[in-house]
């Protein structure tokens, strides 16, 4: 049932609470869940609980879904992202009425006697409208994944086929399937979802694919983060021969299907889904490469980057924060709006990925040089964080 308009008035006349008040909502929403249905917290990244990020992105999605719920359609975007998040963790449908029921008890108790029963109410319904909305997109996603050739539904036992050191920090592992039928096709630039058994607890995490679709393996490239609960196992003790579960491909930071130029603009692992695009697109469009590490022994993929570069229309441009002399970097440093200035196809699409602080430099240089919004595209680490 449709939203009355006194039910988006009741809503709208929220976002004052909401905007002082945001974090600290999520904050508590966070802590009901876990608290009363822990079977959820294998969903959740703790480390982002933990500094605050997770509340921190649910703040901001709240907030502007209360600002726009009269014209949703400026949010479809964002919420072709959830679904794909979504997806690629296995959420479903029972798992809705847990949200919704501990975002209103947190909002109820963080909002005082602001919330009145009609503010509940109103929210409710803005809540399943939202709610019932995924459900449906998320099911569309489901049923192709199983009909793709190769697709399946849920999760899928895979075996470790290859493990292998890519740079100091960042480990390849191939992933074969046990049942030896194919695999689905996916975009360059998508990821899968990875459910892992650490110490008899259930944890999922989401890794991009770093190398374009053959239809028998995946590979995903995992930097080890010292305070990573997920990335630590994977490197320390996941062996070759070992079976990990996975979801189908997911993910709407893909490869455009077009034939204008691309642009790779990476930082650290982030060149992870960059590999995917440019296995796939190398021989048919010009690309141009760039990659910051902060040294050669961090930088990972660097051979094969040289490889494809020498077999076809690919330019690559290296650059280290700590160079050394004879470690081939193109620059030290930091990239700036004058580097990429001098090392993008201004009239081609630009894809760009890495820490947070990376990518704000970028966003800021490619508004300044002009690049149209609809030709830049990029995905956060972890929950997303505005870019101004």
Request: net charge negative.
């Amino acid at each position: 049932m449709a939203l009355t308009p006194e039910q988006i008035e009741t809503v709208q006349a929220t976002v004052p609470l909401l905007r002082e008040h945001g974090e600290a909502l999520t904050t508590r929403f966070y802590q009901r869940m876990f608290e009363y249905y822990p079977e959820v917290r294998t969903f959740f990244n703790q480390a982002h609980q933990a500094d605050g990020r997770q509340p921190r992105a649910l703040a901001s999605a709240v907030l502007a879904w209360a600002e726009n719920l009269h014209q949703p359609e400026v949010l479809q975007e964002a919420v072709e992202g959830i679904v794909h998040k979504h997806v690629s963790l296995n959420i479903q449908p029972e798992h809705y009425p847990i949200v919704g029921n501990s975002l209103l008890a947190a909002m109820q108790e963080v909002g005082g006697d602001a919330v009145t029963p009609e503010v509940v109410e109103a929210w409710g319904a803005a809540y399943w409208e939202l709610a019932n909305l995924l459900i449906a997109e998320e099911e569309k996603v489901y049923a192709d994944h199983a009909e793709q050739p190769g697709g399946w539904r849920g999760k899928r036992a895979f075996r470790v086929k290859e493990k292998r050191p890519e740079s100091a920090v960042i480990t390849s592992f191939v992933l074969e399937p046990e049942d030896g039928e194919p695999v689905m096709d996916f975009t360059p630039g998508q990821y899968i979802g990875l459910q892992l058994e650490i110490d008899g607890e259930t944890t999922q995490r989401n890794y991009s694919l770093s190398d374009a679709p053959n239809g028998r393996t995946y590979r995903i490239s995992v930097k080890r983060e010292e305070g990573g609960h997920a990335s630590r196992f994977l490197h320390d003790r996941v062996a070759e021969g070992d079976t990990l579960h996975l979801f189908p491909p997911a993910g709407d930071f893909a490869l455009q299907d077009n034939d204008r130029p691309i642009n790779l603009i990476t930082g650290g692992v982030g060149i992870t889904p960059a590999m995917a695009m440019a296995e796939f697109a190398a021989g048919q469009r010009p690309i141009r490469f760039v990659h910051a590490a902060l040294s050669r022994d961090h930088h990972a993929f660097r051979e094969r980057v040289e490889a494809l570069a020498a077999a076809n229309d690919l330019e690559p441009f290296f650059i280290y924060e700590e160079g050394r002399p004879g470690d081939g970097a193109h620059a030290t440093g930091r990239l700036d709006r004058d580097r990429l200035a001098e090392q993008i196809d201004l009239d081609g699409d630009v894809y760009f990925l890495g820490p947070p602080p990376f990518m704000r430099a970028v966003k800021g240089a490619l508004d300044d040089l002009g690049i149209p919004a609809e030709r830049q595209h990029y995905e956060f680490f972890g929950p997303a964080e505005a870019l101004a």
